[in-house]
């Protein structure tokens, strides 16, 4: 310790007094066992460790949103549209509906509402504008039926569906419960060289009416599905004629007789005379399933029918109604 040349004193003089064995005291204590014991600190660590790994799976999300690519939006759009249905009903028998609902009935409008870039995919994707069900629901010779004003906010909307459809094949489902629907029909039912698969509908005999063309083809025309009561083959054969490609027809409701279809490869109907199911096979010899309903088996034995000259079928379906049993005698 340095020492005052002048008065031999000691020349160190702290400003803050230090009890130097004390506190040398509590340095040593330094050097004993730790407080904290190791499964603790390994515990810790584990748990420093983890909650690295979950920062590096989320640190993603502090990056900006990316866009779905158009091409993955388009297969949700496809897949999320099934069918856009419009019902048409006389104007003094509607029944308000919410908004909401009404647009939920057609998802491919819901969609190009979205947004700009949802409208600009949905716009870019025939297909989804080609599925339509129509129910038309005007009362027989009200004015209302071929009043184009008071029918508009119904119509316009459809018919904005067929132009957005282009040249895409149409799934087109009718439901018609009274004449008259042709006039305001004419542009929707002029698209017929579109529709792939067609349902029709009805408790009358409007069939003829609506598809009264001179020169009408359904050249892409695959499946076709027939309940209209009272329909008559006059009717059906040169709509059948007319679809060179239908491969599964169904008609209910109505008597079968011989078309010329032989490359149906499905076929439901409902028969009536026994001589119609022993030459099914013969004039269809492409079926791959068929499915018979009806009372013709009142007067026929309950035995499945032979149908070794098609070599194609797969399955075979008979059903007979309760409502036509053969009578006790």
Same mark, same amino acid.
């Given at each position: 310790?340095? *020492?005052?040349?002048?008065?031999?004193?000691?020349?160190? @003089?702290?400003?803050?007094?230090?009890?130097?064995?004390?506190?040398?005291?509590? %340095? +040593?204590?330094?050097?004993?066992?730790?407080?904290?014991?190791? /499964?603790?600190?390994?515990?810790?660590?584990?748990?420093?460790?983890?909650?690295?790994?979950?920062?590096?799976? #989320?640190?993603?999300?502090?990056?900006?949103?990316? +866009?779905?690519?158009?091409?993955?939006?388009?297969? @949700? !759009?496809?897949?999320?549209?099934?069918?856009?249905?419009?019902? #048409?009903?006389?104007?003094?028998?509607?029944?308000?509906?919410?908004?909401?609902?009404?647009?939920?009935?057609? $998802?491919?409008?819901?969609?190009?509402? =979205?947004?700009? +870039?949802?409208?600009?995919?949905?716009?870019? %994707?025939?297909?989804?504008?080609?599925? @339509?069900?129509?129910?038309? &629901? @005007?009362?027989?010779?009200?004015?209302?039926?071929?009043?184009?004003?008071?029918?508009?906010? !119904?119509? !316009?909307?459809?018919?904005?569906? #067929?132009?957005?459809?282009?040249?895409?094949?149409?799934?087109?489902?009718?439901?018609?419960?009274?004449?008259?629907?042709?006039?305001?029909?004419?542009?929707? *039912?002029?698209?017929?060289?579109?529709?792939?698969?067609?349902?029709?509908?009805?408790?009358?005999?409007?069939? /003829?009416?609506?598809?009264?063309?001179?020169?009408?083809?359904?050249?892409?025309?695959?499946?076709?599905? =027939?309940?209209?009561?009272?329909?008559?083959?006059?009717? *059906?054969? $040169?709509?059948?004629?007319?679809?060179?490609?239908? &491969?599964?027809?169904? =008609?209910?409701?109505?008597?079968?007789?011989?078309? $010329?279809?032989?490359?149906?490869?499905?076929?439901?109907?409902?028969? !009536?005379?026994?001589?119609?199911?022993?030459?099914?096979?013969?004039?269809?010899?492409? *079926?791959?399933?068929?499915?018979?309903?009806?009372?013709?088996?009142?007067?026929?034995?309950?035995?499945?029918?032979?149908?070794?000259?098609?070599?194609?079928?797969?399955?075979?379906?008979?059903?007979?109604?309760?409502? %036509?049993?053969?009578?006790? /005698?």
């Amino acid at each position: 310790m340095p *020492l005052c040349s002048s008065c031999g004193e000691n020349a160190f @003089i702290p400003r803050v007094s230090v009890d130097l064995p004390a506190l040398r005291n509590r %340095m +040593r204590t330094e050097y004993g066992p730790a407080s904290v014991q190791p /499964d603790e600190v390994a515990t810790i660590l584990r748990n420093t460790e983890r909650l690295q790994q979950y920062a590096l799976q #989320v640190q993603s999300l502090l990056s900006p949103v990316r +866009r779905v690519p158009d091409e993955i939006l388009q297969c @949700i !759009f496809y897949d999320s549209c099934d069918m856009n249905e419009f019902i #048409v009903v006389d104007a003094n028998l509607r029944v308000p509906v919410a908004a909401s609902k009404a647009l939920r009935s057609k $998802p491919a409008m819901v969609l190009s509402a =979205v947004c700009s +870039r949802w409208r600009r995919n949905a716009l870019a %994707m025939p297909a989804i504008w080609s599925r @339509i069900s129509l129910q038309w &629901k @005007i009362p027989t010779r009200s004015p209302l039926a071929y009043d184009k004003d008071n029918n508009a906010e !119904f119509l !316009f909307p459809l018919y904005n569906f #067929v132009d957005r459809s282009q040249q895409s094949p149409m799934t087109v489902r009718l439901s018609v419960d009274s004449p008259g629907s042709g006039i305001l029909l004419k542009q929707f *039912l002029g698209q017929v060289a579109h529709w792939k698969h067609f349902s029709f509908h009805s408790n009358n005999q409007y069939f /003829d009416e609506l598809l009264d063309f001179p020169s009408v083809s359904f050249p892409v025309l695959n499946s076709l599905y =027939v309940l209209s009561v009272g329909i008559t083959n006059r009717e *059906l054969a $040169p709509f059948i004629g007319a679809s060179p490609n239908l &491969k599964l027809l169904s =008609v209910q409701a109505c008597v079968y007789r011989d078309f $010329p279809c032989s490359q149906l490869s499905h076929l439901t109907l409902d028969l !009536f005379e026994q001589s119609d199911i022993l030459c099914l096979f013969d004039r269809h010899p492409n *079926l791959v399933s068929l499915d018979l309903t009806g009372s013709l088996f009142s007067n026929m034995p309950r035995t499945v029918p032979n149908v070794g000259s098609s070599s194609k079928l797969e399955t075979l379906t008979v059903r007979q109604c309760e409502d %036509m049993e053969p009578d006790a /005698d």
